[in-house]
């Protein structure tokens, strides 16, 4: 396959005014017309042939301003068609013949439960009909859809539903018209037999939009929540960005088979039916803010992404990164910020920093490709929003939202790039943020190594910081960035102490936290008028995307998870402590105790009732084995596992009676309720019952069979099924397990939750078992959620299972990749990613990944999805 280069960019030879589309659908096909209003482009060289793109496409005629052209007059494959001689401006004429229902690569138009659907982010136009499939390509559509009226009584597409009416032979049709240019990514057509929910929502304007939302039937009961979500999502974005929307209607479909977890097209969001679908009943808490955050981020991507859009796929950050950042802050809103800001970086500082650490370590905004949907990734999403949130942090509410409206001010309608971004920042706030833009060049998580020194005589404290970028595939060098990083000082009684930077600042000037902005290899703070040596609070509220090393005792780590004013740095605190402790417990002999003051430190967490009840429940979750993973600089997953396991059993021993408390302070009765404090009730509650059955306490066992089968909610049905699958109360486990299935069976979310489970349990999850659930009456090849579910849950979360030191997970995971990539290589890629970091494990488990990653490259017909990244990782 060929490597695209941004560098070799050019604006696009031919422009498209106008785009229309005639779907006629069929059982056993397609059929496409399409009519596009096309212009050679005035600042592209004069002369070029016209060249469209195509992707498995049946073509059975072309006509150029309305003349049929014959066989010689152009060149047609099912990947292009190209027409050496065309005018300056002209209309070409297509049709095509496509195959929606044999499409299992879920690009394009394909059918998902009976139901026709399309996905077109990012190449997936071009499986429709030819086309300059390139986002700087920006049509007004029109299109039409023909279909049988029983069968597909609802036909949608982007804009506004301009007519219907009624065909010969039971058929029937509507046209939609979008009023906004796009380009051909933000596509999207529905035709099925769904229920409508309708909704309303008054803009700031006063204007009335139609908030629809369009599901099968028996999803009816599901919509509420994705529906509240949205209208939230509307007002925030009015208040805080001073976006309205800018359609009459906003459409959001549900569907079961689908690559991603939703699509922004304009004004017809579609969605993976897991992200969007919710009731107590069916879905956790978790579940339910997952959706809130979807819904919303979907939406915001009407301005960051629609409005203004990329101009080519290096530039995907420009709107996913900014939009995630938009829905972090939201959910941030809506929820607890401390716990928001924990979720977050600790995605980060597990997924994106071994990303960032691997084979395919890449920039924020990528210089090359082989296949762009395997650079759907933490690093241009997370990493991307974690960029935005510094320029955030850099420049300060007030500027940022000016450098906001500028950049969608300046842009509105265009297709741009990351460095526009910047500079409608600059510009808007004066700040020069040149050296700031390596953090979209520069692959590679920055290490920050940190020094401090107390002076009795002077009373000053010194921070010296030293930075350094690690070399990554292709960047063996790399400069210095500019990084934000907020620090506080924390005094003998546990006082944030004013940061004062000179001798004759004020003491009641000064600040108890500065944001000190690094850009050298090294600096050196000097902080003055101190009694004692304080504690360093550093980065706090993680305020940048790097690693801090600092020599933390176990006693600073203490005195911070109880003293620390910076939420996020007590959790963090309890991370590297309770990290430490298991870390220091590894390869030691058996009847080597766990350090006590771990324990003192989880049973005063326990009690604690004037801390944030979320941000308890967070800071009691030992540091998983992925994060573990991570941290070491060559990992025995095994060791890990088992060192782990022994520091959560003694604590959930010796803190018995106070687990029992806990869940019994936290149990609640009744109604269901998704406010914040419910949400962390739950959460400690479902904790305590985790670790007493993590022990086969028969106190414990009681509880959780009793909460199994009186729950009122899917939070408290699953979490007790999943501590009785993580148990070794075997009968129960099974039992559990069998009466969970039979009375939901019927519903695909709640069966991919139940695959989960087990496929995630280190206890249940045997890879036989693993194997057994793929012969499962509800498991389908077919199906993207329940190849994560059972297939990415296995890899992806039960590493002491995948990790198997005789080799059986990686083989396992490899035969299914290769059957996978015949039918779905976007998702075979994804399900590769777990045996890309081979070079990071002890040799007994990096031979066995690195020959599993030989076996699928040496598989004929690779597709180029998985060639990219098998290829990456084995150079
Ligand atoms: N639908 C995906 C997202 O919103 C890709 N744009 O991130
Ligand atoms: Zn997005």
Known sequence: PQTIYLKDYEVPPFLVDHTDLRFELFEDGARVHS??????NPESAAGQPLELDGDSLELESVALDGQALSDGDYEATPASLRIDSVPDQFSLSVVTWIRPQDNTRLEGLYKSSGMFCTQCEAEGFRCITYYPDRPDVMARFRTRIEADQSRYPVLLSNGNDVERGELDDGRHYAVWED????PSYLFALVAGDLVEKKDQFTTVSGREIDLRMYVEPRNAEKCDHALVSLKKAMRWDEEVYGREYDLDIFMIVAVDDFNMGAMENKGLNIFNSSCVLASPDTATDMAFQRIESIVAHEYFHNWSGNRVTCRDWFQLSLKEGFT??????????????TVKRIEDASLLRTAQFAEDGGPMAHPVRPDSYMEISNFYTLTVYEKGCEVVRMIHTLLGPEQFRAGSDLYFERHDGQAVTTDDFVRAMEDASGRDLSQFRLWYEQAGTPRLTVEDEYDDAQGTYRLTIHQSVPATPGQPEKQPQHIPFAVGLIGEQGKALPLRLSADEDENDAPTQRVLELTGDSHTFTFHGLQARPVPSLLQGFSAPVRVDYPWTRDQLMFLMSHDPDGFNRWDASQRLA?????????????????????????????DRSLDQALVARMLQLPTVAALIEQSETADVQAIHEARRRVLTELAVELRDDLVACYRRNQESGEYR???EDIARRALKNTALAWLLHVK???GRMLAVKQFEGATNMTDRASALRALVNSDFEGDRQQALDRFYGQFKEDPQVVEQWFAIQASSPNAGSLAHVEALLEHEAFDWKNPNKIRSVVGAFAGQNLSRFHAKDGSGYRFLAK??????ETNPQIAARLVSPLTRWRKFKNVYSEGMKSALETLRDKPDLSKDVYEVVHKSLK
Do not use: C, N, W
């Open 35 to 40: 009519t596009l209003s096309m212009r050679r």
């Open 179 to 182: 009023p906004f240019p796009k």
């Open 324 to 337: 995630v950042f938009r829905d972090t802050q939201f959910s941030s809103d809506m929820g607890s910020p």
């Open 579 to 607: 990290s430490d402790v298991i870390e220091s417990l590894m390869h030691q002999p058996k009847d080597v105790r766990t350090d006590r003051r771990l324990l003192t430190a989880y049973r005063h967490l326990l009690a």
């Open 674 to 676: 998704l406010e914040p």
């Open 697 to 699: 306490d028969e106190e």
């Open 816 to 821: 299914r990749i290769l059957a996978l990539d």
